[in-house]
């Protein structure tokens, strides 16, 4: 059996008392009614689950309760459905949930299934055809339409035949649940057994969990480490999703945990009380949903009780898809896409359901342009993972995100997430800014914009400066500086932007001065060159030169900027040609003399201690060479010539 185990879960739904739990144990040979109050009444109270094995195939079946007072335990087991067994009497017909079940499993997404026409040894032929009509009309236009409808009697195995070809026709239809995303298990039971500690139950929607995975149960936030596995009751070491499991967590309290908890690895998930859902209403219900109106909200095995606010108008009628955020009285935990279904609070029924968009941390204010198209991007997005991942790159706050950020932004495992990202950067979505580091690539090209628009405003504002300092170019294109570094590399490398003296232009960007700043410039410039060693201190250049003062100002500044003129402090300005020239210098003398005394150094330059000791003090800090006390070493790089 372990070799023909697949991830594939059917599910029972229908009227209490038209057989569900009977062809369930004629199917399988288990009864799944296994509490007292089960037998004693005759009916199903709690969830029951079973092993099968068809078309080869073993496969697991989940018997829901068919009473009206229990309809929050058939949704539990409903959300684990991959196909349905739509269980309805000859005698009794359509009854009230035969129809609200077969609400429920449309508003989860459920898309395959069949009809089991039960006790056909208590309904004549006429009676059955009859109730085979009436199924027609009610399954038109339902995902059920066209779907075989099967009689049999689970008292004399009539028509069981029939029955499991279309079953073993369903279970080869069927697609199990993909296994990439993130293990996630909706409690349904929880027990202790003696000698292993606290036992959890459910059936995963996502991933799959080994023997010593670490865990974390929410919204309680406990860390455990899986002890052992059991799928369909057997021992494993490994539970997929999609197959009932049963996992041990040794040192938990079995008192601390619930139905509707959450079983999942640390790092992805978190409990939450608003969330924002794509709601349809059901169009057969007379039933109007007003702004603020007091729910029950369903999801996985949860129910709370909340608030929903209407995002796109107020009220929602019979038959509209709206956006709503509901505020829950308790946190519950649900990723992007799930399911869920919404009933009154009084009097209970179900009035619709969709699929949960997202989390959030408080009432979004739907009247904030733009808010609604964005929520609308969104729940259409995470319906499939790799447009919710392009999704949240398009939409992230800063241009670029980490790996590890975007995982638990979109709820997906890292190696899944390197497999959505090269197939988006297949397409031209997304871009690596640098190595673990992706953006959109509709971001990058805004950025780029922004970039070289902040460098022409700045070259027309300052034509005579050779570029932007890389710190004021960030600031004015509203990027980080990381985030603008990367961009103005990929703009360098299509030669649009050009780095000058440590500052960053546009490629087409050609300094310009006026003839009169040009000529102040070219003395100031001369003057330096001059006297190399002892230059003048910047407010002596002026007179020095014969240049106004603010010419001379300006001058000294653009000579700075173009690093032509290197600042030593203390407030000392040297030609660039003269401290290479210095070092050059100095690099030779130590290289034959294997030191250098600081005194020396004025007498190599023909110069006084005034500039000698701050130009020696500058190759230090530049790596050329090291302080001992009063003499110099040159640095291990600079030691062969």
Same mark, same amino acid.
């Given at each position: 059996?372990?070799?023909?185990?697949?991830?594939? @879960?059917?599910?029972?739904?229908? +009227?209490?008392?038209?057989?569900?739990?009977?062809?369930?144990?004629?199917?399988?040979?288990?009864?799944?009614?296994?509490?007292?109050?089960?037998?004693?009444?005759?009916?199903?109270?709690?969830?029951?689950?079973?092993?099968?094995?068809?078309?080869?195939?073993?496969?697991?079946?989940?018997?829901?309760?068919?009473?009206?007072?229990?309809?929050?335990?058939?949704?539990?087991?409903?959300?684990?459905?991959?196909?349905?067994?739509?269980?309805?009497?000859?005698?009794?017909?359509?009854?009230?949930?035969?129809?609200?079940?077969?609400?429920?499993?449309?508003?989860?997404?459920?898309?395959?299934?069949?009809?089991?026409? @039960?006790?056909?040894?208590? *309904?004549?032929?006429?009676?059955?055809?009859?109730?085979?009509? =009436?199924?027609?009309?009610?399954?038109?236009?339902?995902?059920?339409?066209?779907?075989? /409808?099967?009689?049999?009697? &689970?008292?004399?195995?009539?028509?069981?035949?029939?029955?499991?070809?279309?079953?073993?026709?369903?279970?080869?239809?069927?697609?199990?649940?993909?296994? $990439?995303?993130?293990?996630?298990?909706?409690?349904?039971?929880?027990?202790?057994?003696?000698?292993?500690?606290? /036992?959890?139950?459910?059936?995963?929607?996502?991933?799959?969990?080994?023997?010593?995975?670490?865990?974390?149960?929410?919204?309680?936030?406990?860390?455990?480490?899986?002890?052992?596995?059991?799928?369909?009751?057997?021992?494993?070491?490994?539970?997929?999703?999609?197959?009932?499991?049963?996992?041990?967590?040794? +040192?938990?309290?079995?008192?601390?945990?619930?139905?509707? &908890?959450?079983?999942?690895?640390?790092?992805?998930?978190?409990?939450?009380?608003?969330?924002?859902?794509?709601?349809?209403?059901?169009?057969?219900?007379?039933?109007?949903?007003?702004?603020?109106?007091?729910?029950?909200?369903?999801?996985? @095995?949860?129910?709370?009780?909340?608030?929903?606010?209407?995002?796109?108008?107020?009220?929602?009628?019979?038959?509209?898809?709206?956006?709503?955020?509901?505020?829950?009285?308790?946190?519950?935990?649900?990723?992007?896409?799930?399911?869920?279904?919404?009933?009154?609070?009084?009097?209970?029924?179900?009035?619709?359901?969709?699929?949960? /968009?997202?989390?959030? =941390?408080?009432?979004?204010?739907?009247?904030?342009?733009?808010?609604?198209?964005?929520?609308?991007?969104?729940?259409?997005?995470?319906? $499939?993972?790799?447009? %919710?991942?392009?999704?949240?790159?398009?939409?992230?706050?800063?241009?670029?995100?980490?790996?590890?950020?975007?995982?638990?932004? *979109?709820?997906?495992?890292?190696?899944?997430?390197?497999?959505? !990202?090269?197939?988006?950067?297949?397409?031209?979505?997304?871009?690596?800014?640098?190595?673990?580091?992706?953006?959109?690539?509709?971001?990058?090209?805004?950025?780029?914009?922004?970039?070289?628009?902040?460098?022409?405003?700045?070259?027309?504002?300052? #034509?005579?400066?050779?570029?932007?300092?890389?710190?004021?170019?960030?600031? *004015?294109?509203? !990027?980080?500086?990381?985030?603008?570094?990367?961009?103005?590399?990929?703009?360098?490398?299509?030669?649009?932007?050009?780095?000058?003296?440590?500052?960053?232009?546009?490629?087409? +960007?050609? #300094?310009?001065?006026? =003839?009169?700043?040009?000529?102040?410039?070219?003395?100031?410039?001369?003057?330096?060159? $001059?006297?190399? %060693?002892?230059?003048?201190?910047?407010?002596?250049?002026?007179?020095?030169?014969? /240049?106004?003062?603010?010419? *001379?100002?300006?001058?000294?500044?653009?000579?700075?900027?173009?690093?032509?003129?290197?600042?030593?402090?203390?407030?000392?300005?040297?030609?660039?040609?003269?401290?290479?020239?210095?070092?050059?210098?100095?690099?030779?003398?130590?290289?034959?003399?294997?030191?250098?005394?600081?005194?020396?150094?004025?007498?190599?330059?023909?110069?006084?201690?005034?500039?000698?000791?701050?130009?020696?003090? +500058?190759?230090?800090?530049?790596?050329?060479?090291?302080?001992?006390?009063?003499?110099?070493?040159?640095?291990?790089?600079?030691?062969?010539?």
């Amino acid at each position: 059996m372990d070799q023909q185990l697949i991830n594939i @879960t059917l599910g029972t739904a229908g +009227h209490i008392d038209h057989g569900k739990t009977a062809l369930v144990k004629n199917l399988t040979g288990c009864d799944t009614d296994t509490l007292k109050e089960e037998k004693e009444r005759g009916m199903s109270i709690e969830l029951g689950h079973a092993p099968c094995t068809v078309a080869g195939l073993a496969v697991g079946i989940v018997d829901v309760p068919g009473h009206e007072h229990f309809i929050k335990t058939m949704v539990a087991g409903a959300t684990g459905m991959d196909a349905v067994l739509l269980v309805v009497a000859a005698d009794d017909g359509i009854m009230p949930q035969t129809r609200e079940h077969l609400d429920i499993l449309t508003l989860l997404g459920i898309e395959r299934g069949l009809v089991a026409l @039960t006790k056909i040894d208590r *309904a004549g032929p006429d009676r059955t055809a009859q109730v085979t009509a =009436d199924l027609a009309r009610l399954l038109h236009g339902t995902f059920l339409d066209g779907a075989p /409808v099967c009689p049999l009697s &689970n008292v004399t195995g009539e028509g069981f035949d029939g029955f499991l070809q279309a079953l073993q026709a369903l279970v080869r239809s069927i697609r199990p649940k993909r296994l $990439d995303g993130v293990f996630r298990l909706p409690v349904e039971k929880v027990f202790s057994v003696k000698g292993y500690g606290t /036992v959890v139950t459910g059936i995963p929607v996502a991933g799959a969990a080994a023997v010593g995975d670490d865990v974390v149960l929410l919204p309680q936030g406990l860390a455990g480490r899986i002890n052992a596995l059991q799928v369909y009751g057997s021992a494993a070491e490994k539970a997929l999703a999609g197959q009932c499991a049963a996992v041990n967590v040794r +040192h938990w309290d079995a008192k601390a945990v619930a139905r509707g &908890n959450v079983l999942t690895v640390p790092g992805f998930f978190a409990p939450a009380q608003w969330y924002v859902a794509h709601l349809r209403l059901l169009a057969q219900e007379a039933f109007t949903l007003k702004n603020a109106a007091q729910v029950k909200f369903h999801a996985g @095995t949860s129910e709370a009780s909340g608030t929903a606010y209407l995002m796109q108008g107020s009220p929602a009628r019979a038959g509209d898809e709206v956006l709503i955020q509901v505020r829950l009285d308790e946190p519950l935990v649900a990723g992007p896409g799930d399911r869920f279904i919404l009933r009154t609070a009084s009097p209970p029924r179900t009035v619709g359901g969709g699929w949960i /968009v997202e989390a959030e =941390d408080r009432r979004v204010n739907r009247n904030r342009p733009g808010v609604v198209d964005d929520l609308r991007a969104r729940a259409a997005a995470v319906r $499939d993972d790799r447009t %919710f991942v392009d999704y949240c790159l398009r939409r992230a706050d800063a241009l670029a995100l980490p790996a590890a950020d975007l995982a638990r932004r *979109a709820k997906t495992p890292p190696a899944r997430l390197q497999t959505l !990202l090269q197939q988006l950067a297949d397409a031209g979505r997304v871009a690596t800014l640098a190595p673990g580091l992706y953006a959109h690539t509709e971001r990058v090209a805004e950025a780029r914009a922004r970039v070289q628009d902040a460098l022409a405003a700045y070259h027309r504002g300052a #034509p005579a400066s050779p570029g932007m300092e890389p710190d004021a170019l960030a600031e *004015a294109a509203g !990027l980080s500086r990381p985030e603008c570094e990367a961009v103005t590399a990929l703009l360098r490398a299509d030669a649009r932007v050009v780095e000058r003296a440590g500052r960053l232009a546009r490629a087409d +960007h050609r #300094p310009a001065l006026a =003839d009169e700043d040009r000529e102040a410039l070219e003395r100031v410039e001369a003057l330096f060159l $001059d006297r190399p %060693f002892s230059p003048p201190a910047p407010d002596e250049v002026a007179a020095e030169a014969g /240049v106004p003062r603010a010419r *001379a100002e300006k001058a000294l500044r653009l000579l700075v900027e173009e690093q032509r003129l290197v600042s030593v402090p203390p407030g000392l300005l040297f030609h660039r040609e003269a401290v290479d020239r210095a070092r050059d210098l100095l690099v030779d003398f130590i290289r034959r003399e294997g030191c250098l005394e600081s005194v020396k150094f004025k007498y190599l330059l023909e110069t006084t201690r005034k500039y000698a000791i701050p130009l020696l003090d +500058h190759f230090d800090r530049a790596g050329v060479t090291r302080a001992v006390g009063h003499t110099r070493y040159l640095k291990a790089q600079w030691r062969q010539g």
